[in-house]
Every structure is written in structure tokens, then in C-alpha cells.
């Protein structure tokens, strides 16, 4: 079987040329998107992925900015920090970057967003409209999953969906998102039994589990969709994904490419979002 890349990247470049598009149109009735990252302290991994995000927003025209903090920035001040932003007018998008440092509780901060700022759709009132099928932000990296799959016309109805991963970040909504497109889905996690024989039974797996090659060919079923979400480093510090890609070429109809494929649709979801909060409020 001939396997194809779910490319990702590709998607990406279309969806920001048209972005560039929507953010002309925008900047003619005199409003420029903002979008506004909070990165507090030195996690290496939090700094790329700020980096890519500031590059690719200035590079669709949103006028984007980074407020770096030290690692001991206190939770009062760091609120402080986003409740003027949620202030700001010329802020569209605020997004505090996860993880935060251990003496910070991430849900008190996510929780002092203005809701209607919350472009990573993780504030609990944009999770529940999202639960609830109303309208809001929605969690990027699940969102620009079901972007990719539709692209490619993957067929999701009555389908038999695994999602390995159960986070609030990826498992949980994209549970959700593929139920919402009629598939029939199960959620594995690193407690479930026999994980790999029911993983071998999905027709569409996604796996989101934070360990480098755990899927391998032998533990997917003949013309599988894999949608691989894993970002882990090997020993030679080479970028790996959760899923074997080699061994299941030849195996799987699908799979995403890991650099190159889940990664670039988050962030470009992100930059959706933050030019369509900028829509909604003029």
C-alpha cells in the first residue's frame, strides 16, 4: 500500500496566504490583529515554540509581541500582566505559554484570560461552549488536526477512532471533535489494557501519549489513518514523534509527517483564531 503524508506544513502555507488575505482586509478598516505570548521563565521547548509562533504571526501580518518574565515572576504579578492586556484594545489574543514554573497554578492564570481573548481555547468558558457545540476558541492542536484531515477528505463518519491520550489539551477535545464528525471513538491512555491490540483496531489513530516510537508498524491495522501529535527528542536529540513513521509505510493509508505535520497547523490555528476574534469585534 502506498502510504501518503499528511503534510501539515503545506496546509499551513495555504491557510496563512489566505490569512494574509483576511488581515489586508482587516488593516483597510484601519484594525491590525494583536496577538500578545506571556513565556515566564527559560523552558527551552516553550522558547521555540514562541518563536515560531512570533515569526509566523508577523509573517501574516498580526502584530505580535512577547512579554518575557523570569522564572520567579509571582502568580499576583503575572496576573497583573494579563489583566492589562485584557485591558488593551489593540489585543485581540492573549496566550500565557505552558508549562508555567511549579509555584504558579496554571488553572488560576488560564482562568484570568477574558474568555473572549483566549485563542488557545482552553479558558473553562470556551471549553464548555465547545462541549456544548456553541461557539467559541477552540483547543489548536485538535482543531487543525480535523483542518488536515479534512484537506485530505478523510472520511471520519462511523469510523472506529482510538485517541491514545486523554490531556485537556489534545485527547479530551479531539475525542469530542471526532465524535462530532460521527465517528465512534475510544479513549486509551497509558492505564489501558491491551493498549496496542486496540490501537491495531482503529481505522483513525491518533496517538498523543509523550513517548517517542511507541507505535510501531506492528500495532496498526492495514489502511489506518495515524495522526501522530508526539514531540520527543532521541538520544542524538533528533526531533521523533510517538509513532514509528518508517515501519508503518507500506502499513497505513496515512500518516502526519513528525517534523512537518500536527506542529504547523497548531500554531496556524492559533493565528485563525486571533484574525477571527479581531473580525467578531468589528
Same mark, same amino acid.
Given at each position: 500500500?502506498?502510504? $501518503?503524508?499528511?503534510?501539515?506544513?503545506?496546509?499551513?502555507?495555504?491557510? /496563512?496566504?489566505?490569512?494574509?488575505?483576511?488581515?489586508?482586509?482587516?488593516?483597510?478598516? !484601519?484594525?491590525?490583529?494583536?496577538?500578545?505570548?506571556?513565556?515566564?521563565?527559560?523552558?527551552?521547548?516553550?522558547?521555540?515554540?514562541?518563536?515560531?509562533?512570533?515569526? /509566523?504571526?508577523?509573517?501574516?501580518?498580526?502584530?505580535?509581541?512577547?512579554?518575557?518574565?523570569?522564572?520567579?515572576?509571582? $502568580?499576583?504579578?503575572?496576573?497583573?500582566?494579563?489583566? /492589562?492586556?485584557?485591558?488593551?484594545?489593540?489585543?485581540?489574543? +492573549?496566550?500565557? /505559554?505552558?508549562?508555567?514554573?511549579?509555584?504558579?497554578?496554571?488553572? %488560576?492564570?488560564?482562568?484570568?484570560?477574558? &474568555?473572549?481573548?483566549?485563542?488557545?481555547?482552553? *479558558?473553562?468558558?470556551?471549553?464548555?461552549?465547545?462541549?456544548?457545540?456553541?461557539?467559541?476558541?477552540?483547543?489548536?492542536?485538535? &482543531?487543525?488536526?480535523?483542518?488536515?484531515?479534512?484537506?485530505?477528505?478523510?472520511?471520519?463518519?462511523?469510523?472506529?477512532?482510538?485517541?491514545?491520550?486523554?490531556?485537556? +489539551?489534545?485527547?479530551?477535545?479531539?475525542?469530542?471533535?471526532?465524535?462530532?464528525? *460521527?465517528?465512534?471513538?475510544?479513549?486509551?491512555?497509558?492505564?489501558?489494557?491491551?493498549?496496542?491490540?486496540?490501537?491495531? $483496531?482503529?481505522?483513525?489513530?491518533?496517538?498523543?501519549?509523550?513517548?517517542? *516510537?511507541?507505535?510501531?508498524?506492528?500495532? +496498526?491495522?492495514? !489502511?489506518?489513518?495515524?495522526?501522530?501529535?508526539?514531540?520527543?527528542?532521541?538520544?542524538?536529540?533528533?526531533?521523533?514523534?510517538?509513532?514509528?513513521?518508517?515501519?508503518?509505510? !507500506?502499513?497505513?493509508?496515512?500518516?502526519?509527517?513528525?517534523?512537518? !505535520?500536527?506542529?504547523?497547523?497548531?500554531? %496556524?490555528?492559533?493565528?485563525?483564531? %486571533?484574525?477571527?476574534?479581531?473580525?467578531?469585534?468589528?
Amino acid at each position: 500500500m502506498d502510504t $501518503q503524508l499528511l503534510d501539515g506544513k503545506k496546509l499551513a502555507q495555504k491557510m /496563512q496566504a489566505e490569512m494574509k488575505e483576511r488581515v489586508s482586509l482587516l488593516k483597510e478598516k !484601519g484594525i491590525i490583529p494583536g496577538l500578545t505570548v506571556i513565556l515566564v521563565g527559560e523552558d527551552k521547548a516553550s522558547q521555540v515554540y514562541v518563536r515560531n509562533k512570533e515569526r /509566523q504571526a508577523k509573517q501574516a501580518g498580526i502584530n505580535s509581541q512577547v512579554i518575557r518574565l523570569p522564572e520567579e515572576t509571582s $502568580q499576583v504579578d503575572l496576573i497583573k500582566q494579563v489583566e /492589562q492586556l485584557n485591558q488593551d484594545s489593540t489585543v485581540h489574543g +492573549i496566550l500565557v /505559554q505552558l508549562p508555567l514554573p511549579k509555584h504558579i497554578d496554571e488553572q %488560576t492564570v488560564l482562568l484570568s484570560i477574558a &474568555y473572549e481573548k483566549d485563542v488557545d481555547g482552553f *479558558h473553562p468558558m470556551n471549553m464548555g461552549n465547545f462541549f456544548l457545540g456553541n461557539d467559541g476558541a477552540l483547543p489548536c492542536t485538535p &482543531y487543525g488536526i480535523m483542518k488536515l484531515l479534512a484537506e485530505y477528505d478523510i472520511s471520519l463518519e462511523g469510523k472506529r477512532a482510538v485517541v491514545i491520550g486523554r490531556s485537556n +489539551i489534545v485527547g479530551k477535545p479531539m475525542a469530542v471533535m471526532l465524535m462530532n464528525e *460521527h465517528a465512534t471513538v475510544t479513549i486509551a491512555h497509558s492505564r489501558t489494557q491491551d493498549l496496542k491490540a486496540l490501537a491495531k $483496531q482503529a481505522d483513525i489513530l491518533v496517538v498523543a501519549i509523550g513517548r517517542g *516510537h511507541f507505535i510501531t508498524g506492528d500495532d +496498526i491495522k492495514e !489502511g489506518a489513518v495515524v495522526v501522530d501529535v508526539g514531540m520527543n527528542r532521541n538520544d542524538e536529540g533528533k526531533l521523533i514523534g510517538d509513532v514509528d513513521t518508517e515501519s508503518v509505510k !507500506g502499513i497505513a493509508s496515512y500518516v502526519t509527517p513528525v517534523p512537518g !505535520g500536527v506542529g504547523p497547523m497548531t500554531i %496556524t490555528m492559533l493565528l485563525d483564531q %486571533t484574525i477571527q476574534k479581531a473580525e467578531e469585534l468589528n
